[in-house]
Structure formats: C-alpha cells, structure tokens
C-alpha cells in the first residue's frame, strides 16, 4: 500500500491541481508514463484502465437520460394544436409545460435534506409521466388534459434535476464531466426525436399517439438498472490518486454509497471493508445552501438565465413573424422545395433551432473542449445581439429594405436561427459542466483536514445542491420569455401590417 503523504506535500499538490484546473488545463490527465494504454479516445475523459465499454455504457445510460426526460415535454408542444380546441390560446400549453418544473428547481433543491435516494426517486419520475401521459389520451376535457400536461411537466423537471445531480457522483471529475457531456447531448437530441415521433404518431389520433408516448419514461429505470455502471466501478479502476483534483469526493478510490439509502445495508461492500458509518444525519442547513449559491447566481445562473430569456424570446415571438412570400420554382429552386406555404416558415426555423441546439449540446460528448470559465457569459451577449437583429428584421425589413424579401433574407434568417440555437446549446453543456467540475473550497479544506465518511458525504451533498440550484435560471428564463413573447409577436405583426406587409394575418 502506498505510504501516506504529509499534509503539506498533499495541499502543495492540490493547490498545484487547481491552478491547472483554472488555467483550462484537464487536471485529470496524466504523463506519458502514468497513461500507458491510455488510447485517445479515453484520454478525452482523461481515465486509464477502465474498459471502454464501460465508458460506452455511462455515456449511453446519461445520453437515454436526457433524451427521455425531455422528449415528453417536446411530443407536448408539438402536440399543442391537438390537444386543446382551436379557441384556446396554444400559450396554455407552453405555460401548463414549464411551470410545474420550474417549481420543482426552484424548491426541490432547498427542501431536500440528506442523501439523494436515485432509484426511488427515477422510479417515481417514470411513474409521474406514465400518469401525466394515460390523463392526456384518456379524457378530451381541457382540465383534464391541461392536469396530466403538469404532472409531465413535474416529471420533467424533478429528472433533469436529478439526472445532474447523479453525475456528481462519479469520480474523477473528468469522468462526471463525460456524464454531463452526454446527458446534454441527450437533451438536444429530445427536440429532434420528440418532433419525429408526434408527426409520425399524429395521425393515429391524440388518444392512440399520446398513449404509445406513454411507454417512453418506462426506459428511464430499465438504464438506471440494467445499463448505468455504478459509481463504485469508477472509483475501483485503476487511477493514480493524482489524476483527481477533488479529493474529497474521491474517498482516496474507496468505494462509495449510491445514496440510495441512509442505513448501513445501502452502502457497498467496499465502504463496510473501508470502516464507513453511518451517514444519515448529515445534512445541509438552509444557511449551508444559501453560502453554496450565493457564488453561482453571477457565474453561472445569470448567463444561462439571459440566454434562455432571449432564446425562448426569439421562438415564441419573433420566429412566428419572420415571413416571407412562397418562392416560385423558377426563382428558388431549393426554397420552393421547402417551403410550400407561409405556414411552412415557422416549422422550419423550428427544426434549424432544434438541428442546431442539438449539435451544440453535443460539443462535450465530442470531444471538443468546453469553454473558457471567463467566456460563459458569450452566448448570452451573442443571442442578445441575435435577437435584436431578428426583431429589427421582422418589423422593418432589415435585410431586404422593406421589401418582399427573398432569398438573401431568408439565407441570413437561417443563418442567424442557427447562431441563437449553438448559443443556447454551449451556454447549457459548459455551466453544468462547469458546476459538476467545480470544488468549493471549504470542501477542499474539509477533505485535507480529517478522512471521515461524514466529511465526504457533506461534500457529496454539496455538490448535488450546487448542481441542482442551477435550473432555476433556464426555467425562469424560459417561463419569462413565455410572458413576453405575446405582447412581441403581436406588435411585430401590426409593424408589418403598418408597411403593407400582411402575411403575419393569413396564418
């Protein structure tokens, strides 16, 4: 066994990992000499000795996470003009879809106490969206439908929150960062996939196509038992202790609780071998959390709040404006094959943005580097500048003069479109990533000073908290630009009429 280093020698190598760390360097590489066969696909996540199968399975498992989780609260939206009579502001359904989950990130970090019990609670998010979806296809009442559309909602939310929050529990951080990588990845996907599936499923009606959605959140626990690798396989490979810049969570590769339970029957073998004890009264204080989150609100949650206020913004009330006369065949050839009628628009800049989000959010599980901690805010000034110029498009005919438009419009429109979803897709995969990857410093202290299961789960808990106060800022982003998208759209549409341009009108 390896003879324990003194204090000193361990800060001066912690200190020396976190500067790398905050130099953008990956900590969690090795030298040549300690990689061995470390093949260049593993060094991405910087991990020697674990098989690549079991990387395979862990990206999987979190990219069926995200993809799953978010692919009902798509199918939902896409469904909207079905699911409530043709009088109904389709604005409920955006509303009835995002407001049960910003509820759930707005308390359910800061009411939960203890340890995270992840099976039970996957299970019971499955179960809440099955329900949600059986209401919808089984009544025709708008209450009825708008109630299951909440419990969908509720599921949602609640499992990305926990999905993120699982991913704090594989070491080393490198491999939580591949967790987050992939669950992002996922998340993108779920626009695709969701709009695929309900245009396949439309026609067999809402009550046979909302119903076969329902089977969906089942392969959530099916991967969280059957293919997920535990965090346990992680710690037990073979890694020098050197490759982690957190310590604390670590353990020094003892193996750790999934914190499925509080008692001594829920923890692994290799934590009863290691002398672990109990660890149920641990739990953060309502003053620990405010410490947590406090540091966050402008690092991380005021770029992602921007982004998804201007996003959300720009798809809800200024996309459904930008219209433009159907291309002749013999002007556009390859427009006119798109686009058949000006309802056509709108869909379309809808899957530029989604084709877009998804790339973007699938930087990490790519291999391409996050971004830069002092250029998170980026995105967000990007997209302002996106949505001003779209707005000034739509009211005054920016790229065409205030003429009819034509293709040199719509090229930039698209261009633009796929600006604002890349934008939105790296402001979501860099802030989680950078939330998983980051070690508050007491924590550090915490993890040198004393080697106590009650130490480390403290430190665990504390980074599942600071993970999950984060979603906070993308739904009230989103749930504000639900607010502010009606009053846009509809005066965007009287500043087209006002220049005798009535498109807007015909929809």
Known sequence: MRARRSSDEEIHELETLVHHDMQGDH?????????????PA???????????????HLGLSFFFFGLINNVLYVIILSAALDLVPPSTPKGIIAFCNIFPSLLVKLGWPY??????????????CAAVSVLGMWVIAAFDSLFMRLLGICCASFSSGLGELTFLQLSTRYHPPSVAGHSVGYFASGTGAAGLVGAFLWWELRGLGVR?????SSVLPLVIPLTYFLLLPQPATFANADLPPTALPYSVVAAEYTALPTGEEDTPEGETEGVREAGAVKTGGVALSMEDKWRLVKPLVGRYMMPLFCVYLFEYTINQGIAPTLLYPVPAAAEHPLMSKIIHSIRDFYPLWQLVYQTSVFLSRSTLSLGLPPLPASLLPLPAIIQAFVLLTLALESAVGLFDGGGDGGALAFGLVFGLISIEGI?????????????????????RGIALDADTEERRERARQEREFKIGSIGIADGAGILLASIVSVPTEVALCRAQVGRGRTLCEGL
Not at 29 to 38: A, D, I, K, P, V
Not at 112 to 121: E, F, K, Q, S, W
Not at 424 to 441: M, T
């Open 27 to 39: 900590v969690s590489r090795y030298t040549e000499e300690e990689e061995g066969l470390l093949s």
């Open 42 to 56: 593993d060094e991405s996540v910087g991990l020697k000795g674990a098989p690549r199968n079991l990387l395979r």
């Open 111 to 124: 009411l939960l106490r203890g340890r995270v019990r992840y099976a039970m609670r996957l299970v019971g």
């Open 208 to 212: 046979i196509g909302v119903g076969l």
């Open 423 to 443: 934008c939105g897709g790296l402001a979501y995969v860099n802030v989680y990533h950078r939330v998983n990857q980051e070690a508050d410093p007491d924590t």
